[in-house]
């Protein structure tokens, strides 16, 4: 897959950028956005990358590689248009989607509750005072409440340090009421983020961020990660 990337029109004069990637994977959500691209990635994983930056021209390398790259043939070129003209494009309709989800969730849920007396927990740590986190914890209260989640808050002051907040982390660790642990991020810069992070039980990762659960999600033919990032969740 070729990716092309503009940089701003202020650098885009002056040099071209190519980005020129092997990518091996079955989803991957791409958007460009103030000269900079972010990707969400489901399993999968980048094989190669290669960066060229020139100043306006095409490379010497370049202009070898498209010199020796044979034209495609008639019958390849019918053979693409046919493919191009059966591909179907379909609307989706994402609230709907999330709804259904949330429903099939809450009957899980309330299913394991009827045969285990055991209704899924999650713990929500919120450190500081932030308006944005704050909103971010509320809304997940709010999905939790919707399918019979039951959650724990611990609210922290923006002074509390870094081993304060760990032994908060492993107090969860050890309820076992508690299935899930979230720390909202960003935390205050005096913590160290993936030290906190790492204190987190890896069963009770609810983000997907521990070492072994990326390391699952992105190894080809690995175990399953116990739990996946939202973004290539959804990819």
């Known amino acids: 897959a070729i990716i092309r990337w503009s940089p701003s029109p202020k650098a885009a004069h002056s040099q071209r950028h190519r ?10 959500l791409l958007s460009v956005a103030g000269g900079a691209f ?10 190669g990358a290669e960066v060229v930056a020139d100043n306006g021209g095409t490379t010497p390398s370049e202009k070898a ?29 994402g609230k709907a989607i999330a709804g259904d989800v949330r429903t099939e969730v809450k009957e899980m849920s309330m299913q394991m509750e009827k045969d285990h007396g055991v209704r899924p ?6 450190v500081g005072s932030r308006k944005d986190s704050q909103s971010y ?17 611990v609210d922290l002051p923006e002074t509390v340090s870094q081993n ?3 032994k908060e982390v492993e107090a969860l660790n050890e309820d076992p009421n508690v299935h899930a642990i ?15 992070l790492k204190a987190i039980r890896v069963e009770k990762d609810a983000d997907g961020f521990s070492a072994l659960n990326i390391g699952n999600l992105c ?6 990660p116990l739990a996946v990032p939202c973004t290539p969740a959804g990819c």
């Not at 979230?182 to 906190?196: C, G, Y």
């Open 19 to 28: 980005i020129a990637m092997n990518i091996e994977m079955p989803g991957m």
């Open 38 to 47: 972010f990707a969400g990635m489901a399993v999968g994983r980048f094989r």
């Open 65 to 93: 590689r498209e010199a020796s790259r044979e034209p495609p043939s008639a019958e390849k070129i019918v053979a693409e248009k046919s493919v191009a003209e059966t591909v179907e494009t379909k609307l989706i309709d």
């Open 121 to 126: 927990g999650l713990a929500v740590i919120l």
């Open 137 to 153: 914890v509320r809304n997940k209260k709010r999905a939790a409440a919707e399918v019979n989640f039951h959650t724990v808050d």
């Open 164 to 166: 304060e907040l760990i």
């Open 182 to 196: 979230l720390v909202q991020l960003p935390l205050p810069k005096h913590i160290d983020e993936a030290t906190v």
């Open 219 to 224: 190894l080809k033919g690995g175990d399953p």
